[in-house]
Nanobody, 126 residues
Framework: QVTLVESGGGLVQPGGSLRLSCAAS????????IAWFRQAPGKEREAVSC????????YYADSVNGRFTMSRDNFEKTIYLQMNSLEREDTAVYYC???????????????????WGRGTQVTVSS
């Protein structure tokens, strides 16, 4: 089975930092596009960041660009999301995901991903 398990969420003050991890098993990590999504209360799930298998580039949503950094450790089969300068608007459940996206499927399309973790809660509040 392919499994993804997020960890590292918690409560942090605005301006603080948090590092999320996603442990992967059951597949070779660098063979797939991997991504972080988040879903805030009352909002649709939105893409945060992606490491694209298609072109090898790392993509970020405009709302987090410059503040968040996505990375992976292929040997340890772990995906990371370093979040700095956190804002109240970053409060959400964060999910990691894996998929083989078709050539016409954008990296930020939830339906393009085959496997999802259960999520980890990030709350930014003073």
């Amino acid at each position: 089975q392919v499994t993804l398990v997020e960890s590292g969420g918690g409560l942090v003050q605005p301006g603080g930092s948090l590092r999320l991890s996603c442990a992967a098993s059951g597949f070779t990590l660098d063979h797939y596009t991997i991504a972080w999504f988040r879903q805030a209360p009352g909002k649709e799930r939105e893409a945060v960041s992606c490491i694209s298998k298609r072109d090898g580039r790392i993509y970020y949503a405009d709302s987090v660009n410059g503040r968040f950094t996505m990375s992976r450790d292929n040997f340890e089969k772990t995906i990371y999301l370093q979040m700095n300068s956190l804002e109240r608007e970053d409060t959400a459940v964060y999910y990691c995901a894996e998929g083989v996206l078709g050539p016409t499927v954008g990296w930020d399309t939830s339906a393009g991903y085959d496997c999802w973790g259960r999520g980890t809660q990030v709350t930014v509040s003073s």
